[in-house]
């Protein structure tokens, strides 16, 4: 009886402890939700062409719909989106076709953008054809594998940051071809 007993306990610890949640090296989990937040130092940069280089960067770059961009072209001080980073296929999650979707919003001032994010959500169509979109914070998979969410979370951290460095360098750049 008492390994039978011992038997469940060790059942019960497996699946509880390789259920994990979304974590994140970048983002940082507030009681809104998860955030991110950096301001790019551009010194002797108008705020206007801050604005246009991240404009520009944000048609090419983003994949978007027109109808979910906000740009504030008379005062050229915001710019709000919805971009979609795709999560490779992994391998143990049963899953395809997943990606983080978030808030992403472009403050400026003469020298200085400020990069906003907010709203991460999974979406993902399971190998059954059951879709997800939710919040990470709800997002449960429980397996009897490694953890998904720590995979998720690395991929998407790695595609997040690659992200950021190129809107970044977008915007301080004196270049053109960008």
């Known amino acids: 009886m008492k390994h ?15 259920a994990g ?25 108008a705020k206007a062409d801050l604005y246009e280089r991240a404009k520009l960067w944000v048609v090419t770059n983003v994949k978007s719909t027109d109808v979910n961009t906000l740009y504030d072209d008379k ?23 997943q990606a983080l979707t ?11 953008m400020k990069i906003s994010a907010s709203g991460l959500t ?10 997800y979109n939710m919040p990470v914070e709800t997002l449960e998979i429980k397996r009897f594998v490694p953890s998904p969410y720590k995979q998720i979370s690395d991929h998407f951290d790695a595609a997040f940051s690659a992200f950021v460095s190129k809107l970044e360098e977008a ?7 960008w």
């Open 75 to 97: 005062n050229q001080e915001l710019i709000v989106t919805t971009p979609s980073l795709a999560i490779p296929n992994l391998k143990y999650n049963h899953f395809s076709d």
């Open 122 to 131: 999974y979406f993902g169509i399971s190998n059954s054809r059951q879709v």
């Open 4 to 18: 039978l007993l011992l038997f469940f306990i060790s059942l019960i610890g497996l699946t509880t402890t390789r």
């Open 102 to 112: 978030f808030k992403l919003q472009l403050a400026f001032k003469d020298g200085k």
């Open 171 to 177: 915007a301080t750049s004196s270049k053109k071809d």
């Open 21 to 45: 949640e979304f974590s994140s090296t970048v983002w940082t989990r507030t009681a809104n939700g998860w955030e991110f937040e950096k301001v790019v130092q551009a010194p002797d940069v």
